[in-house]
């Protein structure tokens, strides 16, 4: 492949020194490129307009193919795995969540220090699920 691009480039260098540097070459391209200039790149940009259509149209096609088969192939696999995690999750009812008693608002006051304050006792917390878990009337 190499020995390939390395002979093209060798006759194009020649062909680009004979036209510059030979008179009867330079006027036999001229009048080839006078007469039938305007056929030439006609057909150049036809075949350059049609190439280049042909190659959009072909990685349009490509596109839209890769998109029905990931809408089609990886959808199910994926809302399957995600229900199957889902399942296996365990759920909590509403009586088995545990009640926290939230944090009330700073006061202006200072907090006693690290040391001196208290955990509340385990007695304590069962008393306020009950009281929570009783309806009122």
Same mark, same amino acid.
């Not at 390395?6 to 062909?15: C, E, K, R």
């Not at 009586?95 to 939230?102: N, Y």
């Not at 007695?123 to 009783?134: A, F, I, M, P």
């Given at each position: 492949?190499?020995? %390939?691009?390395? $002979? $093209?480039?060798?006759?194009?260098?020649? !062909?680009?020194? %004979?036209y #510059?540097?030979?008179?009867?070459?330079h006027?036999? @391209?001229?009048?080839?490129l006078?007469? &039938?200039?305007?056929t030439f790149? /006609? /057909?150049?940009? +036809?075949g !350059?307009g049609?190439?280049?259509?042909? @190659?959009a149209? =072909?990685?349009? *096609?490509?596109?839209? &193919?890769?998109?029905? *088969? +990931?809408?089609? !192939? =990886?959808?199910?696999? $994926?809302?399957g795995? @995600?229900?199957? !995690?889902?399942?296996? +999750?365990?759920? @909590?009812e509403? &009586?088995q969540?545990i009640? #926290?008693?939230?944090?009330?608002?700073?006061?202006p006051?200072?907090?006693?220090?690290p040391?001196?304050? =208290?955990?509340?006792?385990?007695?304590? +917390? %069962?008393?306020? %699920?009950?009281?929570?878990?009783v309806?009122?009337?």
């Amino acid at each position: 492949m190499l020995v %390939e691009a390395s $002979i $093209i480039g060798f006759l194009g260098y020649w !062909i680009a020194s %004979e036209y #510059v540097f030979n008179a009867y070459f330079h006027d036999y @391209v001229d009048q080839l490129l006078g007469t &039938h200039g305007t056929t030439f790149t /006609a /057909a150049l940009g +036809l075949g !350059i307009g049609l190439a280049g259509s042909a @190659v959009a149209a =072909t990685l349009y *096609r490509n596109l839209q &193919h890769a998109k029905s *088969r +990931l809408e089609t !192939i =990886t959808a199910p696999k $994926i809302r399957g795995a @995600v229900e199957k !995690i889902l399942s296996s +999750l365990p759920t @909590v009812e509403e &009586h088995q969540r545990i009640s #926290v008693p939230r944090a009330l608002p700073s006061s202006p006051v200072a907090s006693p220090p690290p040391s001196q304050v =208290t955990s509340p006792a385990p007695g304590s +917390l %069962e008393k306020e %699920e009950q009281k929570l878990d009783v309806p009122k009337s």
